[in-house]
């Protein structure tokens, strides 16, 4: 099936930027109040169709292609970071699945992902370990059930998901080949779920913090062969999500700079409104070429990735790496135009400014990123 056309993709352009700065505002400030993203903002952007833009057309997806639904996340992204992270990770995590998965699978976890009817949590990080061929958190077979042991933490949904997509090892193994991919039921017996409340910034989004004592999860849920684990996670992932996430430092920078600049028009100081004084306009000038040169390289990554690339691993890190760097110092030019007003939390440059420095974090530091880059710079040498 045909996915959308050039006149689809700028219809859903305005109807999320007419969300963004109606309804999105209004859940921005709920959530900002309560702590929390409550189920009807979960119902909302599942019914807005918000939940499946990337998807194909037969998956009950839009369709949009990839760098194009960047265009439709860069909006997205100047809402409350609650609201991106949802739309952001229902977005991305079908692709992981689906790329291992059997028809089986298929229809019973990707396709009601994608309708926004079950939610699943990427289900990586660990407490005790880095990210990647070094996974603690093992299983022993015994017939057709695996027994899961270990531990996970800041698991984005990991407390509201209906399943984890959890990456393990094997138990007695070591390296890259002995891990594998499980979806694993939410009410699985043998887990401890704790919530990690209290962050900085992207406040509602709920994380968690997973122990897992022989949990049993059947066989049948295993995602590809046992040694593919890292290749689910990161292979159908890890590389699209970086340069979403580069994207969404773009959005949230667009954000901060809409706001600098309003405030500088309306206030006035000595009798000439801040936009009249040079330093302020030149801070404001400095922004938005920043702004565009971050989004413009994310666009060609994503735009490698989608045509395969070999060097898109690459350029998804060197899109993250820049887009993050950007946007600290666009926050931080945005809060300085606004003087100490902006220091208060009834400025929404406040609540932007702490959202910001989340991003230093999700898909890798920024030294995960040069460590990626370097690696491709230098080759053999490495």
């Not at 939610?119 to 022993?140: I, K, Q, Y």
């Not at 959005?251 to 309306?266: K, M």
């Amino acid at each position: 099936m045909t996915g959308i056309d050039e006149a689809g993709i700028q219809a859903v352009l305005a109807e999320v930027e007419a969300f963004v700065r109606g309804p999105g505002e209004e859940y921005a400030a709920e959530i900002e109040q309560s702590g929390m993203v409550a189920d009807k903002l979960w119902a909302d952007l599942r019914d807005r169709g918000f939940l499946r833009l990337a998807a194909p057309v037969e998956y009950g997806g839009r369709g949009i292609p990839f760098s194009r639904y960047l265009e439709v996340l860069e909006l997205i992204s100047m809402s409350h970071a609650s609201v991106r992270m949802i739309v952001h990770v229902c977005n991305g995590v079908w692709r992981s699945m689906d790329q291992f998965a059997t028809d089986a699978q298929r229809e019973r976890f990707v396709l009601p992902q994608v309708a926004g009817d079950l939610r699943v949590a990427f289900t990586l990080t660990e407490p005790t370990a880095g990210t990647g061929a070094d996974l603690r958190s093992s299983v022993e077979r015994e017939g057709e059930t695996y027994y899961l042991s270990g531990e996970k933490h800041l698991i984005t949904f990991g407390v509201s998901c209906d399943y984890w997509l959890l990456f393990a090892r094997l138990a007695g193994t070591s390296g890259k080949d002995g891990t594998l991919a499980l979806l694993v039921d939410r009410d699985a017996p043998g887990v401890i779920v704790e919530s990690m409340s209290g962050t900085m910034g992207v406040r509602g989004t709920d994380h968690a913090r997973l122990v897992f004592n022989r949990t049993p999860v059947p066989v049948a849920n295993r995602l590809g062969d046992e040694g593919s684990g890292l290749d689910v996670a990161l292979g159908g992932f890890l590389t699209p999500s970086r340069i979403a996430v580069a994207m969404s430092c773009v959005g949230l920078a667009r954000r901060a700079q809409e706001l600098a600049v309003e405030h500088a028009r309306a206030r006035t100081t000595f009798g000439k409104p801040l936009a009249a004084r040079q330093a302020i306009s030149f801070a404001l000038a400095e922004n938005a070429a920043d702004i565009e040169a971050a989004r413009q390289l994310t666009l060609y990554a994503a735009r490698q990735w989608e045509d395969g690339d070999v060097r898109a691993g690459s350029l998804s890190s060197m899109a993250k790496l820049t887009a993050v760097d950007m946007l600290t110092r666009v926050t931080d030019k945005a809060l300085q135009v606004h003087g100490g007003i902006g220091f208060w939390e009834s400025s929404t440059i406040e609540r932007v400014y702490r959202d910001a420095r989340a991003q230093r974090f999700e898909e890798g530091t920024n030294e995960i990123q040069k460590t990626v880059i370097a690696r491709e710079v230098l080759g053999s040498v490495q």
